[in-house]
Nanobody, 126 residues
Framework: AQLQASGGGLVQTGGSLRLSCAAS????????MGWFRQAPGKAREFVAA???????????YYTDSVKGRFTISRDNAKNSVYLQMNSLKPEDTAVYYC?????????????????WGQGTLVTVST
């Protein structure tokens, strides 16, 4: 099973980007999906997570610093998860990783995630 993250790039402060994460090799039906980021010299940190819900109810969780600016969503039919990032700030600069969690808990703990994508770089300029 693989997760492929894409959509990163260079954007000015206040701009927007949409990250995508496509799963292949298996379905992630029933899995929670999350986004994490790692800035140079810093530990990997939780950004957002969404839980699987068969009735399309949307459960989403965010770290405080991105609430109101970032939105996580998933398209179960496409086996994909997305991160819409608006009002970007220089402190959002990092490599962004998507991940899948078999416990479907919406957790922000990286250790709980079973599968990881390769990361996509987001750079926000001043």
């Amino acid at each position: 099973a693989q997760l492929q993250a894409s959509g990163g790039g260079l954007v000015q402060t206040g701009g927007s980007l949409r990250l995508s994460c496509a799963a292949s090799g298996r379905t992630f039906r029933g899995y929670g999906m999350g986004w994490f980021r790692q800035a140079p010299g810093k530990a990997r940190e939780f950004v957002a997570a969404t839980r699987w819900s068969g009735d399309y109810t949307h459960f989403a969780y965010y770290t405080d610093s991105v609430k109101g600016r970032f939105t996580i969503s998933r398209d179960n039919a496409k086996n994909s998860v997305y991160l819409q990032m608006n009002s970007l700030k220089p402190e959002d600069t990092a490599v962004y990783y998507c991940a899948a969690d078999s416990s479907n808990s919406g957790t922000g703990s990286p250790a709980e995630y079973d599968y990881w994508g390769q990361g996509t770089l987001v750079t926000v300029s001043t």
